[in-house]
């Protein structure tokens, strides 16, 4: 059973840091990519950030380039995104999920769709 947990969300001030992690286990295979996607209330789900294991390849969306960064630990199955200089507007709840990698394609998968397996959640609020 595939299973991602996220952890790490909370309260912030605008300008201030939070580290989220998602661990991942139960995917049999050798590749995978993460990404983590947001949720701000009343909003459509986007796109944050993502990773390959294979290829290590990132990439961020627009709004968050320069002030977030995702890294992994294949090690540990774990994928981190340390946010920095955090804004009201990053307040969502944070999702990771996890897409299985193969045939021609071992780069970032940014379309949501795509992903197979999603964590529960976690709450990331910045607020003064």
């Known amino acids: 059973q595939v299973q991602l947990v996220e952890s790490g969300g909370g309260l912030a001030q605008p300008g201030g840091s939070l580290s989220l992690s998602c661990a991942v286990s139960?995917?049999?295979?050798?590749?995978?990519?993460i990404g983590w996607f947001r949720q701000a209330p009343g909003k459509e789900r986007g796109g944050v950030s993502w990773?390959?294991?294979?290829?290590?390849?990132?990439n961020y969306a627009d709004s968050v380039k320069g002030r977030f960064t995702i890294s992994s630990d294949n090690a540990k199955n774990t994928v981190y995104l340390q946010m920095s200089n955090l804004k009201p507007e990053d307040t969502a709840v944070y999702y990771c999920?996890?897409?299985?990698?193969?045939?021609?394609?071992?780069?970032?998968?940014?379309?949501?769709?795509?992903?197979?397996?999603w964590g529960q959640g976690t709450q990331v609020t910045v607020s003064s």
């Open positions: 990773i390959s294991n294979a290829s290590g390849q990132t």
């Open positions: 139960g995917l049999s295979c050798d590749y995978f990519g």
């Open positions: 999920a996890a897409v299985v990698l193969g045939g021609s394609w071992y780069g970032v998968v940014t379309e949501e769709s795509e992903y197979d397996y």
